[in-house]
């Protein structure tokens, strides 16, 4: 009985990401908005022969209707990278989209579970948790930025150099999301993989830099779609498992003041003074229930931990001031 709302559900990734979510029996309603192509694409996505109710929501008066009533909003709604872009080269843009989606999710659905695709996700996620705040309805147990690729690209790249390694164990990647804030955690795989210095450090960049792989690929046709709906989908079916009483564990880009104990960890490698990292959490029904460790962390990665809080800090700053102006 879980209700999904997709938010930019006609792009790159949201069709893709709407359709892994209409596969998924648990879900009963499936909410698909975005200002161009709403209806012809859920139109088709409602055939398919599931349980859930797809309905089509297009331009902002229909954002209320879309958003009473869910449990879970996802947003790749946006602009995507063209090569010679950074994800921050995305603000400008995106930074006014995330924060009139989320106004209609403090408007409508404040309990929601919400994950933020939309990048530059170091900033999109302290805009919308300050979008939350002044509307009063600021629970940041509830508000998640995804970034469930750096962990797929993180065993798919290994498994790239180790052809023995098995490509769905879970590697944390900690940190944020964008190029070296991006902090794979290699050594808790190592005792299997054996990697060589020289190969930690050439994975670990693939894995910082992986979306302008794609980027590059693709030409100026945008960036990662379908490995991202993947991963959305992925992170989407963790949540929908925990509303239902299975509790998971993710990494995530969140407010560390849901654990202050919990973050005590993440703060002692230096993320001293961040409001927002992305750390490993345990999620249940109602959101985040915990920040947990991650054992074994190596000196290399307490040193990519430290280069990447600065960067940290100014996305949040700029997420935070963009509101707060
Ligand atoms: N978190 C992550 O790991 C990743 C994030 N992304 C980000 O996801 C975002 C979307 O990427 P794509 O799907 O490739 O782009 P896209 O351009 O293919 O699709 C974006 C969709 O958002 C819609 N949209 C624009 N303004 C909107 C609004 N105000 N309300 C609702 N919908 C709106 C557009 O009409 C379009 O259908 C980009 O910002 C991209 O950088 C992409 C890959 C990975
Ligand atoms: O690289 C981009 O712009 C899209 C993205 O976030 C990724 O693929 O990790």
Redesign the pocket.
Known sequence: MVKVAV????????QPLSLLVKLNEDVTALNM?????CPGVAADISHINTNSTVTAFQG?DSLKDCLTGMDIVVI??????KPGMT?DD?FGV?AG?VR??IQGVADNCPKALVCI???P?NSTVPIAAEVLKKNGVYDPKRLF??????IVRASRFVRDVRPSFNAHTPIPVIGG?SGNTIVPILSSVQSEVKLSEDEIKTVTHRIQFG?DEVVQAKNGE????LS?AY??YRFVASLISAIKGKPTTECTFIDLSVDAQGAQFYRQLGATDLEFFSVSANIGPNGVESIQPISGISPFEKELIQAAVSPIAQNIASGVNFIRK
């Open positions: 938010l930019g559900a006609a792009g790159g990734i949201g908005y975005d200002i161009v192509r902002n790749p709604a946006g602009v995507p990278r994800r995305l995106n989209i009139d989606l695709i939309s990048n996700v930025g995804v970034s469930t690729l750096d999301h979306g945008g960036s990662a779609t991202m991963a959305g």
